[in-house]
């Protein structure tokens, strides 16, 4: 069964049935040049916001491939949710993988900023969408996560509200606090990951009057992408 | 301080005071070319086996750069083992992927396979070793895992010895069972990962004879080498 996904065209929790609807116009030319469904096929769509129709495809005479939803499962928020602040990396590949991975692993929320040390400033934020809906679809969720342009980091501090706040990165005078040992299940998390020129010592000032702990992820030292996607495997994992 | 890797010219566990040695080719003109360091400069070297020396260039007038040791560290494995064997992806990139990030957060040995519904039968083992160099220098650690080429299904099964053992597959009648609640802290890990088209029956049934478990990694539907990586971030996990 295929996996569709088409933001637009419906009320979040409000089943349709028998509504006539049409997918995006890339996913249009998906289903019908590369994978040649035709009138009466079984489809899946999803709106990215927990709803996930079974749907028949339906006669039509325009580019746009339309369909009658049959049926509609909503999947509620997860009862924890992440939050990931990032800065890009240099090289983009490597944040665009993180965004594939954390999105396929489950994540709720994305938000890229830039620091004092901070080599790159700008992201693509539309590539980093398209890569996402791609993820959430591979993986066959019905959540698409949200995900925030770069700002500068102050600014990023304004936009926090989750409870539990960490911010990766050894401390320089007590013990190191492993992530999974501080963070309690069930919660509403969101971690910091300094740029490859790491936080500046007043970043981290910020951050710890923000009410953001200082936490590791392990005993190696990471890259950017792999400290991100590792703060997101063990907040899933302490909730599974 | 650079960390180069010389894997041929030492006796695992026996430091060498004074003893002057060079680096490899590539790194050698690395060090010369890209860092520009001179002689009198500190580098330290691992030669992947635990031992991590610190040492300072020499004058040389060859291609190679030559050091002499002053101080050697050497780590011990880790009290706990982890081996992944994943069938290659149909795109080398994921599959190179995989091994840089396994060997940032730690993994000791990879074994490549391929089964009934591999697309993928061969991959290049050199450049895989050249990636897991690269990412070991970058997380400085001082033992590169081991890296078995691809081989048959059956073939692989004949070279478990690991006691705790797992394949990544939801079973078909029994409630499935979490890999973070199946594996015991402190053990010597082995996870099959199958192909994209996943593991045949007969194929799941040879593994359930030869001892694996089955065990899943999450509720999400994870791409092969997001599933490789996730086990072996759960069994980081439990150990740390």
Redesign the interface.
């Known amino acids: 069964m295929h996996l569709f996904y088409q933001p637009g065209e419906f009320t979040p929790g409000v089943a349709l049935p028998d509504a006539v609807l049409h997918l995006t116009e890339d996913d249009s030319r998906h289903a019908m040049k590369t994978l040649r469904l035709k009138p009466g096929d079984s489809i899946a769509v999803t709106d990215g916001r927990g709803n996930r129709h079974s749907a028949i495809i339906t006669p039509s005479t325009g580019k746009l491939t339309t369909f009658r939803i049959t049926n509609t499962r909503t999947t509620p928020p997860r009862p924890f949710s992440i939050r990931i602040c990032v800065a890009p990396t240099k090289s983009l590949d490597r944040i665009e993988?993180f965004v594939e991975?954390a999105v396929?692993?489950?994540v709720e929320r994305v938000s890229f900023f830039f620091g004092k040390h901070s080599e790159r400033r700008v992201l693509k934020l539309e590539r980093i969408e398209k890569i996402a809906v791609a993820a959430m679809k591979?993986?066959?969720?019905s959540w698409l996560p949200q995900f925030d342009d770069a700002v500068p980091f102050s600014e990023l501090l304004q936009t926090i509200s989750e409870p539990q706040r960490f911010v990766a990165h050894l401390p320089d005078s007590e013990p190191p606090v492993?992530l999974?040992k501080s963070a309690t299940p069930g919660g509403s998390y969101v971690v910091l990951i300094g740029p490859e020129g790491d936080f500046s010592d007043n970043e981290l000032q910020q951050a710890t009057d923000a009410g953001f702990r200082m936490a590791t992820l392990?005993?190696?030292?990471?890259?950017t992408e792999?400290a991100a996607?590792?703060a997101c495997?063990?907040l899933?994992?302490i909730n599974?």
């Open positions: 993988w991975k396929e692993i489950g591979q993986s066959l969720q492993n999974s392990g005993p190696n030292r990471l890259r792999t996607l590792t495997q063990v899933n994992f599974f």
